[in-house]
C-alpha cells in the first residue's frame, strides 16, 4: 500500500516505508486524523510513504505457491520477515522511484524485523539513511504483555489451542463489536480497556471518538509459529532465530544444531529510538539494554507517560516524535 503526495512541480523528498507491529496492519499510520497521523504528515510534507503489511495479516495473504488454509503457508515467523519480506519491499520500492537510499520507519515488531535485517545483510543496511524505532523490541526478557502467559505453554498446548496456521485473525464479530459497540459513549471504557490491556494505560492520550477506528483494524492476525518465536524470545531473554524443535530441523535451516543469535551491533545504520515509561510489550529495561548495541545511535527519547500505542495512537504523537522524525530527515539531505 503506498500513498504518494501529490505537489505540482514540488520536489520529491524522499521514500519513506513505514511497518507496523505485531498482530497490527498498516492501517496504524493512517487511522487517527490527518493532523495526527505520521503517514499524512509525512506526505504533507513530501515525502512518498510505503505501508508495508506483514505476511499473513488481514491485507496479505497471497502466495505464488500455498494456499492459507495449509499449515505450509502458516510456516514463517520474524525470520522470514526479515530474511526476504523486508529486502523485498524495500528493493520494490528502489525499482519505482529511482532512488538508492530511504528512510525506514517501524514500530514495535516493526523494528525487530529491521535489527534483524540491517545486522545480518550488509548490503540492504547501505539503503536506510536513517531508521526510525518507535517502541523498539529486540528481546522480551521483561516484557509484561500478554505474551507471557503464552510463554508459560509447551508448543504441543499452544498448537493445541491456536492450531498450526493462524493466530488472532480479524473476524466479523470483531468488525461488529468494533464498529456497533465501541462507536457508542457508553462503551468507551470497557473498549478502551481492552486496548489497554495489551499495551500499557494512557487514556487521557487517546482520541476516544475514533475507538470503533482503531478496534475495527485490529487484530489483523499472524501466525501461530510467530507468536511461538515471541514466547520463545520471552523464555530465553535472547534475540534469537526461531527454534524449530529439534536439532536436525535446526542443522536443516540454519547449518548448526542451535538458532542462530542476532547482532544488533553489527548494524550500521543511522538510528533514532523513541521508548514509552509505560509500554508494557517494549520494557524499559529490554530498550536499556539494547540502546549500547546501537553502533549508530543518532537519537534517543524516552517519553515518560507513553504506553505501547501511543507511539501512533497518542493524540500529542506529533508533538513528542513526528516533528523530530520530520527534522532529522530534513537535516540527513544534502543542501
Given amino acids: 500500500m503506498a500513498m504518494s503526495s501529490e505537489f505540482t512541480g514540488f520536489h520529491m523528498e524522499g521514500n519513506v516505508p513505514e511497518q507496523h507491529g505485531l498482530v497490527a496492519s498498516a492501517g496504524n499510520w493512517i487511522c487517527n486524523l490527518p493532523n495526527n497521523s505520521l503517514a499524512f504528515l509525512l506526505a504533507d510534507v513530501g515525502y512518498d510513504v510505503w505501508m508495508g503489511n506483514s505476511r499473513g495479516n488481514t491485507w496479505s495473504r497471497k502466495h505464488l505457491q500455498f494456499s492459507p488454509k495449509s499449515p505450509e503457508y502458516w510456516a514463517f ?19 519505482k522511484t529511482g532512488q538508492e537510499q530511504l528512510y525506514y520507519v517501524g514500530h514495535s515488531q516493526g523494528t525487530t524485523i529491521a535489527f534483524i535485517a540491517f545486522s545480518t545483510n550488509p548490503e ?5 539513511k536513517i531508521f526510525f524505532a518507535l517502541a523498539p523490541v529486540t528481546t522480551v526478557k521483561y516484557t509484561q504483555s500478554p505474551m507471557r502467559k503464552l510463554s ?4 504441543k ?3 493445541v489451542l491456536f492450531g498450526d496456521k493462524m493466530f488472532s485473525p480479524h473476524t466479523l464479530f470483531g468488525q461488529f463489536i468494533a464498529t456497533k459497540v465501541c462507536n457508542r459513549r457508553i462503551f468507551h471504557r470497557i ?4 486496548l489497554f490491556t495489551l499495551s500499557g494505560f494512557d487514556p487521557k492520550n487517546l482520541n476516544m471518538s475514533r475507538l470503533d477506528v482503531y478496534l475495527s483494524q485490529s487484530p489483523a492476525g499472524t501466525s501461530v509459529q510467530n507468536m511461538l518465536h515471541w514466547a520463545q524470545a520471552v523464555n530465553s531473554g535472547l534475540f534469537q ?11 536443516m535451516h540454519f ?4 538458532p542462530p543469535l542476532y547482532n544488533v551491533s553489527k548494524m550500521d545504520v543511522p538510528t533514532a529510538v523513541w521508548s514509552g515509561g509505560q509500554d508494557a510489550v517494549a520494557d524499559l529495561k529490554d530498550v536499556e539494554n539494547l540502546l549500547p548495541k546501537i553502533a549508530r545511535l543518532i537519537y534517543y527519547k524516552l517519553i515518560p507517560h507513553y504506553n505501547h500505542v501511543d507511539f501512533y495512537l497518542g493524540q500529542d504523537a506529533p508533538h513528542e516524535i513526528y516533528q523530530d522524525l520530520i527534522r532529522l530527515m530534513r537535516e540527513s539531505l544534502p543542501n
Fill in 77 to 95: 515467523s520474524l525470520d522470514e520477515m526479515a530474511k526476504y519480506d523486508l529486502p523485498a519491499t524495500i528493493n520494490f520500492i528502489v525499482e
Fill in 124 to 128: 540492504l543496511a547501505k539503503r536506510i
Fill in 191 to 194: 473498549c478502551s480497556n481492552f
Fill in 255 to 258: 547449518h548448526q544444531l542451535t
Fill in 241 to 251: 532465530a526461531f527454534n524449530w524443535g529439534n536439532p536436525d530441523q535446526n542443522m
Fill in 152 to 155: 508459560s505453554l509447551s508448543r
Fill in 157 to 159: 498446548v499452544v498448537k
